[in-house]
C-alpha cells in the first residue's frame, strides 16, 4: 500500500514569494491534515478536510496561508507571501477510520 | 484545549538497555487518546503506541510499553533491548477523539541516541 506522498520534499525561496505543497493521501482515506513543524517544536495542525471540506482551519493564517482539497482526494497547501517564520516542515497525514499516516514532509526554507 | 509537556529535550541509552522518555499532559475532555510517534531524521513519522484515556491497561506493543498515569496526567514510554533503529525524535500527542480524532497536540519532542 502507498503511503501518503508530499511534494516538492524541499523548497527555498525569498521573503515575500509564494510556495505551494501537494499532497496525495493513501487512497480511501476521507480525512487529511496539515501540520508546521518548525525546527525543534513539535507538529502544530493547520487545517483538517473531509473529503472535499474544511472541517477546522482555526489555526491556519489565513491572510497567507490557504489549502484546498478540491475533489476530496489531493491537497494543495499555499503561502503567499511567505515570510521568515514560514521556515518550517510542512506535513501531510491522512486517515480513514483509525491510525493517522504521516508523509515525509516538504521542508520550506525562507530566506 | 490540550497541551502536551516533555520535559527531556535528549536521551540516551546503551544498545539492549532499557529507557524511559516522560510526558504529562493536560486536557478538559474526559475522554481522549494518548501517542507516542517516533519521527527518524528525514522520515515521515510513525506510531509507536496508543492509550485510550478509559482503558486503564497500560498498551504495549513489543519492546514498547507505556505507564499511563491519569490521576497525576502522566504517559511514559518505556523502550525495552533497545536497538540502534530505536535512534530517533519521538513526540508525545493527545487527542481528544471522536470527532476530534487526528486533531493532534504534540510535545516538544525527545531526541533518543543508542549507543552500540
Known amino acids: 500500500e502507498a503511503g501518503v506522498a508530499q511534494s516538492p520534499r524541499y523548497k527555498i525561496i525569498e521573503k515575500r514569494q509564494s510556495v505551494a505543497f501537494w499532497c496525495n493521501p493513501i487512497?480511501?482515506?476521507?480525512?487529511l491534515y496539515w501540520y508546521q513543524q518548525i525546527l525543534g517544536q513539535g507538529p502544530k495542525l493547520l487545517i483538517q478536510?473531509?473529503?472535499?471540506?474544511?472541517?477546522?482551519d482555526s489555526q491556519l493564517p489565513k491572510d497567507r496561508f490557504s489549502a484546498e482539497r478540491l475533489k476530496g482526494v489531493d491537497s494543495t497547501l499555499k503561502i503567499q507571501p511567505a515570510k521568515l517564520e514560514d521556515s518550517a516542515v510542512y506535513l501531510c497525514?491522512?486517515?480513514?477510520?483509525?491510525?493517522?499516516?504521516f508523509g515525509e514532509g516538504s521542508r520550506l526554507t525562507v530566506l | 484545549a490540550q497541551t502536551v509537556t516533555q520535559s527531556q529535550p535528549e536521551m540516551s541509552v546503551q544498545e539492549a538497555e532499557t529507557v524511559t522518555l516522560s510526558c504529562t499532559y493536560d486536557t478538559s475532555e474526559s475522554d481522549y487518546y494518548l501517542f507516542w510517534y517516533k519521527q527518524p531524521p528525514s522520515r515521515q513519522m510513525i506510531l509507536v503506541i496508543r492509550q485510550e484515556a478509559y482503558k486503564q491497561q497500560n498498551a504495549t506493543e513489543n519492546r514498547f510499553s507505556v505507564n499511563f498515569q491519569k490521576a497525576a496526567k502522566s504517559f511514559s514510554l518505556k523502550i525495552s533491548d533497545s536497538q540502534l533503529g530505536d535512534a530517533a525524535m519521538y513526540f508525545c500527542?493527545?487527542?481528544?477523539?471522536?470527532?476530534?480524532?487526528?486533531?493532534?497536540?504534540f510535545g516538544q519532542g525527545t531526541i533518543l541516541t543508542v549507543h552500540p
Open positions: 487512497s480511501g482515506h476521507a480525512t
Open positions: 497525514a491522512s486517515t480513514g477510520t483509525g491510525e493517522l499516516f
Open positions: 478536510f473531509q473529503n472535499n471540506g474544511v472541517v477546522d
Open positions: 500527542a493527545s487527542d481528544a477523539g471522536g470527532t476530534s480524532y487526528g486533531k493532534l497536540t
